[in-house]
Structures are given as structure tokens and as C-alpha cells.
Nanobody, 125 residues
Framework: QVQLVESGGGLVQSGGSLRLSCAASGRTLSSYVVAWFRQAPGKEREFVAGVSMSGISTNYADSVKGRFTISRADAKNTVYLQMNSMKPEDTAFYYC??????????????????WGQGTQVTVSS
């Protein structure tokens, strides 16, 4: 079983940047597909970005394409989400999730078995 801990959230102005980290313990994160989801107040949790086990494939929500980048640092057992050109609508609680899967990057919450506690990201206008 893998345990996930997010960090790096905070308050940033519109147009600014943040980097979120998802650190794993218990198992090697390189054995899992890892994704970031977010949930804004009053809204459902939504897929943001995902990276395959190999790190070769990535997938992004249309709303963040070209602004966010997900990457793996397997030596640190960590996955990052670099967020640039941030907008007020990016304000949400961000969660990382992991799933053992040989191929593909699921976008549905129900496909992920392991979740972190989340970190708050607030973008001011």
C-alpha cells in the first residue's frame, strides 16, 4: 500500500506559479500511474493531469493544457505538478492519486485506489 502526501499549495496572484509535490511512502511510486485532481467549493472533484508509470505519457484537462506540467522524480519517489499562468478559476483543493495500471491514464476518480489528504491552492485576481 502506498501513502501519498501533497505539499506546495498556497496563495498566488493571477498569472503566478506554484509547484505541487506528491511524495509517496510505503511503496515505490514508479509502480503506479499518478494523477492530480482538484475540487473547488461547491463543485465535483475533477481530473487535472496524469502521468503514466513510465513517465512517457501524460494527460491533461483542457482547462490546464499549456499551463500545467506533471512530471515524475522516481529517485525522490515524488510526482510534481508545475502550475504556471495561474487563474482565479484554478483555486481549489488539489489531491494526488495513484493507481497500479500498466497502460493508460484514467481520468475517473473511481479508478484510483490511493489518495492524499490534499493541499489548498488559492489564486487571487
Amino acid at each position: 500500500q502506498v501513502q501519498l502526501v501533497e505539499s506546495g499549495g498556497g496563495l498566488v496572484q493571477s498569472g503566478g506559479s506554484l509547484r505541487l509535490s506528491c511524495a509517496a511512502s510505503g511503496r515505490t511510486l514508479s509502480s503506479y500511474v499518478v494523477a492530480w485532481f482538484r475540487q473547488a467549493p461547491g463543485k465535483e472533484r475533477e481530473f487535472v493531469a496524469g502521468v503514466s508509470m513510465s513517465g512517457i505519457s501524460t494527460n491533461y484537462a483542457d482547462s490546464v493544457k499549456g499551463r500545467f506540467t506533471i512530471s515524475r522524480a522516481d529517485a525522490k519517489n515524488t510526482v510534481y505538478l508545475q502550475m504556471n499562468s495561474m487563474k482565479p478559476e484554478d483555486t481549489a483543493f488539489y489531491y494526488c492519486a495513484a493507481e497500479w495500471r500498466l497502460a493508460g491514464i484514467p481520468v475517473n476518480l473511481s479508478d484510483y485506489d490511493y489518495w492524499g489528504q490534499g493541499t489548498q491552492v488559492t489564486v487571487s485576481s
